[in-house]
């Protein structure tokens, strides 16, 4: 098993933000189900002001390209993304399109 974190930021707006996280509270069995048939066998995303953490754990067969391939292709995934990006905005660094910016892990107590 292999671990990602990925950070996004969501539009500064309290009730923005709110909205975005009573959508979580209720995720629809198909977006769960692409998830968890891309390889993904835990997703948490933690949130500190509009700064966002997701923390993936993954299969090992788990591919990032594969995993875009099945989202591009499924309409409800489609549905879900758009309406997520009302709430989100791309980190000032993200590249052209991007929205999860995947993190450089450069510290871990377990290696040191």
């Avoid at 309290?14 to 390889?39: F, K, N, T």
């Avoid at 989202?71 to 993304?81: F, G, I, L, M, T």
Wanted: proline share 4%; net charge negative.
């Amino acid at each position: 098993m292999r671990r990602y974190c990925l950070a996004l930021d969501l539009k500064d707006d309290p009730d923005m933000i709110a909205e975005y996280e009573a959508h979580h509270e209720e995720v629809s069995s198909g977006i769960l189900s692409s998830i968890h048939d891309s390889g993904i066998e835990r997703m948490e995303i933690f949130r500190a002001g509009n700064r966002m953490v997701m923390i993936m754990e993954v299969k090992d067969s788990f591919n990032f390209e594969e995993k875009e391939r099945m989202d591009q292709s499924n309409p409800a995934v489609q549905k879900w993304e758009t309406l997520m990006w009302r709430y989100q905005q791309a980190l000032p660094f993200a590249k052209p399109g991007e929205k999860w910016v995947l993190m450089e892990k450069f510290f871990d107590t377990k290696t040191n």
